[in-house]
């Protein structure tokens, strides 16, 4: 190299050093956590290097300094490699350190090579908590065959699950899928059940579009998402109103029904919103976590049983409700066919009890939950709530207040379902207690459940019975099978199904 250049270089050396160090501030490359850096890092140190070497370029022809014109070039080439290999070292080592130990780590495959796994793989090769190993990933899209997403080869479509599975001796397999429809999602979950592995989905869409996307929100692959519907959204912006400003009393609050009304009903803005139940500390933790979400709503909390008809004409004559929703009851059908006496005492005499109080004091609506077991009943709890439904039918010809009753069939996740008990009892390692071969259910979510009776309640006119479109009904059989399938285990392998009869009253 000729010495004048080395003079040119040397000379201006302490400018360009000053001038390179505020680019790099002013570009936030003193700012990022390497560890976490991407794209947007890269993009700043390319531009700074840029920059850089522009103003060394227009500092050395102001001055006249004599330099080869492709020394701008290759400094700038080299001042942006060395800058990005310095600062990407740490993620280049913990990279080469975590791949030492795969053999500690769960093979995994994610369906679906959209955003979301882009967003998933980023997570999984950068953290050191996440002990996954991600081996291939599955998505039907014809370009996408063959191609390669941050390093890990899309190797099928769907019908390819179970082959790739065994090829890359898969443990879990990830449904990376946040926008399609409950029906998709069921039939890939069919697919995925052929094998031995562990699901795990991510929520939905719109977490996605929010950015909340992440291995953190990986759920297991439950139930709900082989009933094969998506669920029922309804606008109950415009049926709402009616709610608003109004005093609503829920009874049997605490329970699973009577809890998801208070939590819809309190984003309607009601005048005040009063709890009842006989259970204080289910009743308790409802007003603890409405007291948090809405913490300007006037809640009233109140320890009462529908038997006690003095009790309740003395909170609804205080109160003055204009909307009541009457969801205390029991529902356990079993138990009820053991204490008949007390189904009659409270679901009979606690509802008159109610509707008594509401036709006196002037409450506008009353909305009675009930059952699909109403229907013909064949137990002590059905025909309870029938003789319930049949009282409310009476007295609103008789009132000025609205009486309606709803009914549906059995709801997911609330008290008594029998999901719970299945993963329980797979959990301890079985057996699965199912009572026939041949009984089927309706199902719902409870929120879903809700909605459709906050519907039925600004629909309606007085002496009608809801019934609520719950679907096509499941075999309870097939659910427990589900269920163990989506845990990894094989029915009547791993865990054994038994049949212990139909109960009392079923």
């Avoid at 000379?11 to 956590?33: A, D, E, G, Q």
């Avoid at 390669?148 to 090829?167: N, Y």
């Avoid at 929703?325 to 109610?354: Q, R």
């Avoid at 629909?459 to 989506?486: H, R």
Wanted: proline share 4%; net charge positive.
């Amino acid at each position: 190299i000729d010495p004048i250049y080395i003079n040119t270089v040397l000379t201006f050396l302490p400018v360009n050093i000053i001038m390179t160090l505020l680019i790099f501030y002013i570009f936030r490359l003193y700012h990022s956590l390497w560890n976490f850096a991407g794209y947007t890092e890269v993009k700043n140190i390319f531009f700074a290097c840029v920059l850089s070497s522009f103003l060394q370029m227009l500092g050395l022809e102001i001055l006249n300094y004599p330099i080869p014109r492709s020394f701008y070039f290759l400094y700038g080439v080299c001042l942006f490699l060395l800058t990005t290999l310095c600062r990407f070292s740490y993620r280049l080592i913990r990279d080469i350190r975590k791949k030492k130990n795969t053999s500690e780590l769960t093979n995994a495959m994610i369906v679906g090579g959209g955003e979301a796994t882009n967003i998933i793989l980023e997570e999984i090769k950068f953290s050191n908590r996440i002990g996954l190993i991600v081996k291939c990933i599955i998505d039907d899209a014809p370009s996408k065959q063959g191609r390669f997403i941050q390093g890990i080869k899309v190797a099928g479509t769907r019908k390819d699950i179970p082959e790739m599975a065994k090829r890359y001796n898969i443990d879990e397999i990830i449904i990376s899928m946040p926008s399609v429809s409950k029906k998709q999602i069921r039939e890939i979950v069919n697919i995925c059940k052929q094998t031995k592995c562990r699901l795990k989905t991510l929520p939905g869409l719109y977490q996605l579009v929010n950015g909340e996307v992440s291995i953190n929100r990986l759920r297991n692959v439950d139930i709900e998402d082989l009933l094969g519907r998506d669920p029922i959204k309804l606008d109950l912006e415009s049926i709402m109103n009616y709610v608003n400003d109004k005093v609503v009393l829920v009874t049997g609050a605490g329970g699973s029904i009577g809890s998801e009304l208070c939590r819809q009903i309190a984003t309607y803005r009601p005048r005040q919103l009063v709890l009842l139940d006989i259970y204080e500390n289910s009743l308790y933790d409802v007003q603890q976590e409405l007291k948090k979400r809405f913490p300007f709503l006037d809640v009233v909390v109140l320890i009462a049983s529908i038997r006690n008809a003095g009790r309740i004409n003395q909170i609804f004559e205080t109160y003055r409700p204009d909307i009541v929703y009457h969801a205390a009851a029991h529902k356990h059908v079993p138990l009820m066919e053991d204490s008949p006496n007390e189904a009659i005492k409270n679901n009979v005499f606690g509802t008159l009890n109610t509707v008594l109080a509401a036709d006196q004091y002037g409450v506008k609506r009353f909305v009675m939950i009930s059952t699909d077991k109403a229907v013909n009943p064949t137990n002590i709890m059905g025909a309870s709530k029938r003789m319930c439904e049949m009282i409310i039918r009476i007295y609103n010809e008789r009132s000025k207040t609205e009486f309606v009753a709803v009914r549906f069939g059995n709801v997911l996740g609330s008290n008594g379902s029998v999901i719970p008990l299945f993963k329980k009892q797979i959990t301890e390692g079985g057996p699965v207690t199912v009572t026939h071969p041949e009984v089927v259910r309706y199902f719902m979510t409870i929120p879903e459940a809700v909605s459709l009776v906050l519907q039925a309640g600004s629909y309606a006119k007085g002496g009608e019975i809801f019934v609520l479109d719950m679907g096509e009904p499941v075999k309870i059989l097939d659910l427990a099978k589900n269920l163990i399938e989506l845990s990894g285990y094989k029915p009547n392998e791993d865990i054994m199904i038994e049949f212990t009869g139909l109960r009392p009253g079923e």
